[in-house]
């Protein structure tokens, strides 16, 4: 079965770094390119970026370009999100997802909720 | 960047009854267009894939159609389980895919 399985809830405070994960199986985490997608409280999804793990090319939306970093380790199949400054306006659910044929997401991993807060 | 517009953005409907969203696009995106469904509280589904393709698993009273820059994803009978918001995207663009900003279907 091909999964992606995120890392667990944070709360962190403004000014805090952070790193959360995506991690594939059940399929060649190399082939494919997976994606991030914000969802702000109550709001749409938005498109953050995506990377191939085969060679770490990676694309980012210009609102999300130079906010966050889009990386991956093939070696362990997982993709990251990372902010070296978090914001309160950071605070949604994280979602990855893997990029297929023409770019249509399937499957999505379940989530990472991320709260900012002093 | 390429803008993508539902309409409607929410939409009160009964249980058996047929129902069409629909996707416009900025610029021609060909049949570059998926359709996803999102229930509260759980990550979005993938429906329907280059504009017509019903997904694996997916209840074929989905379907989807159009190309260019209009779209339409239509339930042909409403069930129970279909309450939820949906969301169309392009994958035109590989370095800028983009959402529309979704379309709340509720029970009437």
């Known amino acids: 079965e091909v999964q992606l399985v995120q890392s667990g809830a944070e709360v962190k405070k403004p000014g805090e770094s952070l790193k959360i994960s995506c991690k594939g199986s059940?399929?060649?985490?190399?082939?494919?390119?997976i994606g991030w997608v914000r969802q702000m409280p109550g709001k749409g999804l938005e498109w953050m970026g995506i990377?191939?793990?085969?060679?770490?090319?990676?694309r980012y939306s210009p609102s999300f370009q130079g906010q966050v970093t889009i990386s991956a380790d093939k070696s362990i199949s997982t993709a990251y999100l990372q902010w070296s400054s978090l914001k309160a306006s950071d605070t949604a659910m994280y979602y990855c997802?893997?990029?297929?044929?023409?770019?249509?997401?399937?499957?999505w991993g379940q989530g990472t909720l991320v709260t900012v807060s002093s | 960047d390429i803008q993508m517009t539902q309409s409607p953005s929410s939409l009160s409907a009964s249980v058996g009854d047929r129902v069409t969203i629909t996707c416009r696009a900025s610029?021609?995106?060909?049949?570059?267009l998926n359709w996803y469904q999102q229930k509260p509280g759980k990550a979005p589904k993938l429906l329907i894939y280059?504009?017509?393709s019903l997904q694996s698993g997916v209840p074929s009273r989905f379907s989807g159609s159009g190309s260019g820059t209009d779209f339409t994803l239509t339930i042909s009978s409403l069930q129970p389980e279909d309450f939820a918001t949906y969301y169309c995207?392009?994958?035109?663009?590989?370095?800028?895919?983009?959402f529309g900003q979704g379309t709340k279907l509720e029970i009437k």
């Open positions: 997802a893997r990029s297929q044929g023409y770019g249509w997401f399937d499957p």
């Open positions: 059940g399929y060649s985490f190399t082939s494919y390119w």
């Open positions: 990377i191939y793990p085969g060679d770490s090319d990676t």
């Open positions: 610029q021609s995106i060909s049949s570059y």
């Open positions: 280059a504009a017509s």
């Open positions: 995207q392009q994958s035109y663009s590989t370095s800028m895919y983009t």
